[in-house]
């Protein structure tokens, strides 16, 4: 999902420098804490006060600490300083808001990149400045990734200077532009459907054994840019009617809720209760998807329809 942040975020940044040949800052950290900021907070206080019940005593303490660094959008830099293995983390002694490591590195990205892209919106041809700078990031940061998924494979996995490549890859898609659609139908249909399929390999293949990020993170990553740059392929052959299946549009608009809820509910009910059994586990990810479409519907859904919100 790092390279959707990256294209959606660039995409966002170029129509405001075509426009009017500027980036605001103010209004685009303003949209994004509008956008993020309501859902992850209920998120956290909901996490805290059911700790306050199904926690012991010196987990509270340690997950005060992390809600702390969840709300200021530090817990990737956290979880790297304590050495904790995100796929090696148990589940009866995980952070009920680890999750929230990946957020905090978007949230970074989200105060650095428009910067650099408001310096570059004051040159004669931005997007191809933009360009540059983005192949230069990906190169850079994929090469740092792989170098400390051997070294210090913690910190390739969660510090934003060995991910950046991820956000790059799709900052590259969103200079692309139009001339991705300029690409026959047929094409952009197998490359759809080449991503789909890299897709389910990468969530089928990478595993607690797999070395993260490092050249693994190539079969997500490329997957995902060629699904994105495939878009809405005229063709009859795209994945797109596949993709725009109701149920799964619906899983979609609500992916951002979905995410926040479904790692604290499991962990709490973890923690609680033992492990769970595979009906126990389908039960407390029903009521996670059912919180979640709560929160979406009285919380995202009216902030984003909201012009003076969103």
Do not use: C
């Not at 992850?40 to 010196?58: F, R």
């Not at 991503?195 to 990553?221: E, H, M, R, W």
């Not at 490329?222 to 392929?233: K, P």
Request: hydrophobic share 55%; proline share 6%.
């Amino acid at each position: 999902f790092f390279v959707l942040s990256g294209y959606l975020i660039t995409s966002l940044l170029l129509r405001e420098i075509d426009r009017s040949g500027r980036v605001s800052l103010p209004d685009f950290w303003g949209r994004r804490a509008r956008r993020l900021l309501p859902a992850s907070t209920i998120t956290i206080v909901a996490t805290l006060l059911a700790a306050q019940w199904m926690l012991s005593p010196l987990d509270l303490r340690s997950l005060g600490h992390d809600a702390l660094a969840a709300a200021g959008f530090v817990t990737n830099i956290v979880f790297m300083r304590r050495s904790n293995d995100y796929f090696a983390a148990q589940s009866a002694g995980a952070s009920p808001l680890l999750h929230f490591w990946s957020l905090a590195l978007e949230e970074q990205f989200y105060v650095v990149w428009p910067v650099l892209l408001s310096v570059l919106a004051k040159l004669a041809r931005p997007r191809r400045a933009v360009a540059a700078l983005s192949i230069a990031i990906v190169s850079g940061s994929f090469a740092a990734g792989w170098w400390y998924t051997t070294h210090s494979p913690v910190t390739a996995f969660y510090m934003l200077p060995t991910r950046a490549w991820e956000l790059g890859v799709g900052a590259l898609i969103a200079v692309a532009g139009a001339r991705a659609a300029r690409i026959p139908g047929p094409i952009r249909s197998i490359l759809g459907w080449a991503g789909l399929g890299g897709i389910v390999a990468a969530a089928l293949l990478i595993n607690d054994q797999t070395p993260f990020p490092g050249y693994a993170a190539l079969l997500p990553v490329l997957s995902t840019a060629a699904l994105v740059t495939a878009g809405s392929s005229p063709s009859r052959w795209s994945p797109a009617p596949l993709l725009g299946l109701a149920p799964l549009q619906w899983v979609g608009n609500r992916s951002y809720a979905i995410y926040l809820w479904h790692w604290p509910a499991y962990i709490l009910a973890t923690a609680y209760w033992g492990d769970l059994s595979a009906w126990q586990s389908t039960v407390v990810m029903a009521v996670a998807v059912a919180i979640a479409a709560i929160s979406y519907a009285i919380i995202e859904n009216p902030i984003r329809h909201d012009k003076w919100l969103a």
